[in-house]
């Protein structure tokens, strides 16, 4: 035991408590999910392919038609984030290879892969008058979470991924629970 310490010399902690249980991997929120992949040959009509794909995803899992305007938001919003997704790899890379949706309790994750291992890097800022450049600024604004990853098993390229949650109702629309 290091001085000036009191307790035991068993595992645990200055006062004796037990250890707190180790961090293990957090679970995947998509474990379960129902899962959508479109094959995509090249950048020519890949923008509007993966908006048309994922706008039937959409309304296969009931964000379409939404029941509030809020909900219409939402699922333009992931209409949005695919095509800037999408086009950011026919800017930068060789173009998309595979657009995957990915759709469990009202959350959603696209995922676009392509050839580069390069990742998304934001533009240095400039006025939002000017076109072009603002595809990453609209992943911060619009996502839960974004990133890039790896292709998995060592393949070549990367995959860039974002996730969006179905909008609530309103407070006023939500049901409460009777005691």
Same mark, same amino acid.
């Given at each position: ?16 408590r037990?250890?707190?249980?180790? *961090? +293990? !991997? =957090? ?11 479109? #094959? ?5 009509? %890949? ?26 938001e ?19 890379? *060789? +173009? !998309? =290879? ?11 994750? #696209? ?5 580069? %291992?390069?990742?998304?890097?934001p533009?240095?800022?400039?006025s ?21 990853e ?14 969006i *949650? ?14």
């Amino acid at each position: 035991m290091r001085a000036g310490m009191q307790g035991s010399d068993g595992p645990g902690d200055e006062d004796g408590r037990p250890p707190a249980p180790a *961090a +293990g !991997p =957090e679970p995947d929120p998509f474990a379960g999910a129902q899962v959508r992949r479109l #094959l995509l040959g090249g950048s020519a009509g %890949a923008v509007t392919r993966c908006r048309e794909f994922t706008a039937v995803a959409l309304r296969d899992w009931g964000w379409l038609p939404a029941d509030t305007p809020e909900g219409r938001e939402r699922a333009e919003d992931v209409l949005l984030m695919v095509s800037e997704v999408v086009t950011n790899a026919c800017l930068h890379t *060789a +173009g !998309p =290879e595979e657009l995957v949706l990915r759709h469990v309790g009202g959350l959603l994750r #696209l995922e676009v892969a392509d050839g580069s %291992a390069e990742p998304p890097r934001p533009n240095a800022p400039r006025s939002p008058a000017l076109p072009g450049g603002h595809g990453l600024m609209v992943l911060d604004r619009l996502a839960g979470a974004w990133g890039s990853e790896p292709k998995p098993d060592g393949a070549p390229g990367k995959v860039v991924w974002a996730e969006i *949650a179905r909008a609530s109702p309103a407070p006023w629309w939500r049901t409460r629970g009777r005691d």
